[in-house]
């Protein structure tokens, strides 16, 4: 059976997310309170996913916003680890230079710049060196928590390929799980592209590859119901690193 992927389209192109983000940025100079979209609002993502990791990383202090766009996931986390025992690392990425300076000019607006890091950088190019990553010890350091609210669809949707000729987003797990520590570092990937098991299985498929990830669990969302068939309008699946 041929391996499934998704039709290419203009937003897995870094032209459509410069061109948003500069629209953004705009409508943020003139009223800042306009901060712009926060994707998946509808489902109350960031709001379950913040949940989720207090129940399942209570302890984590260094977190990776991958494909951060205007940086809200991130500030939901800061302010949320502010109210308790205060510190930690929060550093967002996103290979549009459009989205980092809107996430900055967003930081110093809300107060926070001195708490947040943003780097322009590619998902694919996270291990190069491009990001600074924590060190731990003797485990060769990396992220308690990387996040991923839509970037994982958006790469799915780039009709570019990887030297090997596999498309682009089947690089992503390689490249990530790099700057996850090691030993218990988790990955949360949301989705309204790919079902859970699609999920599981576009992430995990590079098992055999040397990426060293499992399956840790799943957050819950409204489910409905359609043609006999039940299901959830998007989906958030973590990964834990071995």
């Known amino acids: 059976m041929a391996e499934e992927h998704l039709n290419p389209s203009q937003l897995g192109t870094k032209q459509y997310w410069d061109q948003a983000y500069t629209l953004e940025t705009q409508n943020f100079i003139e009223d800042p309170s306009n901060e712009g979209q926060i994707w998946f609002s509808e489902s109350n993502a960031e709001y379950r996913i913040l949940s989720y990791l207090r129940r ?32 930690g690392v929060f550093v967002g990425v996103d290979y549009s230079d459009k989205a980092v300076s809107l996430a900055k000019g967003i930081a110093e607006e809300r107060g926070v710049m001195d708490k947040v890091g943003f780097w322009t950088a590619d998902v694919l190019a996270l291990d190069g060196g491009e990001v600074w990553v924590p060190e731990d010890g003797g485990s060769g350091g990396g992220f308690d928590v990387c996040l ?36 218990g570092g988790l990955l949360v990937v949301t989705s309204c592209n790919w079902t859970e098991e699609e999920l599981k299985g576009k992430i995990l498929a590079t098992d055999g590859m040397g990426v060293e990830l499992e ?10 119901s359609f043609g006999g068939q039940k299901g959830q309008a998007i989906s958030s699946v973590c990964f834990r690193r071995k």
């Open 56 to 87: 399942v990383a209570p302890t984590a202090r260094s977190y990776l916003d991958i494909g951060t766009g205007n940086g809200h996931l991130l500030f939901e986390i800061v302010e949320e680890l502010d109210q308790e025992e205060g510190g």
């Open 215 to 224: 399956y840790y669990g799943r957050i819950e969302y409204p489910s409905f």
């Open 148 to 183: 991923d609210k839509g970037t994982f669809d958006a790469i799915s949707l780039s009709d570019e390929a990887l030297e090997d000729g596999r498309r682009v987003y089947e690089g992503y797990a390689e490249h990530v799980v790099k700057v996850m520590r090691k030993g």
